[in-house]
């Protein structure tokens, strides 16, 4: 696996990455607050850290979603966060032409599951030789991924995160199959769980549900069957969020979140280098 580095953030197996915020920037207050909240329990645990925020959601159940500030006012948002914090930033992109704009704003560039094909996207990204989290797109299959991490290493990035966030499953289900973390693991990346999007009831409804209560479960899962870091999005008052509010974890919940996946993580390492040992 190539180690990625995120600013101050190295994703390279040693310890649990951890990608987090809300969903999407309400205020400039909101994500200095989450992310100050998060950097602490994370510095806590010993565990790298990227902050997370939308400046733009494009992919809306309904024209009546809220969908962020914009770029100039979210791109000052995280501004405030990198400079204050010292902890790096991570958002949404969604064409080729946003891209120069934003890239020297954000340590990490992110391609939305459903853009995940876009050549032209990806190939933009790639260009500016920073980190990239590649989500898998809902229609894919885990090993059809390499192919968008193809495209962003020949245009010049090797600093990939790709993002398991669940598979179509009928109408208005996802499913997580767990053998898309080994498989994703084949490209070389670093691979990371969706603990959140993964949740998801598209199209439920006016706002898109979700069944928030198996963030831990499916978490858990995820980190023994090898996912090296974990995204998830919190919310001070996810019922009262301007966005994913089925799926946000409370910002409370997160320290005792956090410590369970340590203890799997802690575990499963553990039994892979006495089984490592036993067969030398």
């Not at 693991?185 to 969706?194: H, I, L, M, Q, R």
Request: aromatic share 6%; proline share 6%.
């Amino acid at each position: 696996m190539r180690a990625v580095r995120a600013g101050s953030a190295i994703f390279d197996g040693t310890r649990l990455g951890v990608i987090a915020g809300p969903c999407v920037i309400e205020s400039a207050g909101l994500v200095l607050e989450v992310a100050t909240e998060l950097r602490r329990i994370c510095t806590d645990l010993g565990l790298p850290f990227v902050f997370k925020s939308s400046y733009a959601k494009d992919n809306r159940s309904s024209m009546r979603s809220f969908r962020g500030p914009g770029m100039e006012s979210g791109l000052r948002s995280l501004d405030e966060v990198r400079e204050r914090l010292s902890v790096p930033v991570l958002s949404d992109v969604h064409t080729p032409e946003e891209v120069p704009a934003a890239a020297p704003h954000l340590d990490v560039l992110q391609i939305p599951a459903f853009l995940c094909r876009q050549t032209s996207l990806l190939e933009a990204v790639g260009k500016t030789g920073k980190a990239v989290n590649i989500k898998k797109g809902q229609f894919l299959a885990p090993p059809d991924l390499a192919k968008a991490v193809e495209k962003v290493r020949a245009a010049g990035s090797d600093q990939i995160l790709v993002t398991e966030r669940g598979t179509s499953f009928g109408y208005h289900d996802l499913v997580v199959d767990m053998r898309g973390i080994p498989i994703l693991a084949e490209t070389g990346c670093p691979v990371v769980y969706d603990a959140t999007h993964s949740l998801q009831l598209p199209g439920s409804g006016e706002e898109t549900g979700g069944v928030r209560q198996f963030a831990l479960p499916l978490a858990r899962a995820a980190v023994a069957a090898g996912a090296d870091a974990v995204f998830f999005e919190t919310h001070p008052d996810p019922d009262r969020a301007l966005s994913d509010k089925a799926t946000q974890l409370p910002l409370a919940s997160i320290p005792q979140f956090l410590e369970e996946l340590v203890r799997v993580w802690s575990a499963v390492r553990t039994e892979n280098v006495m089984a490592g040992k036993a067969r030398s």
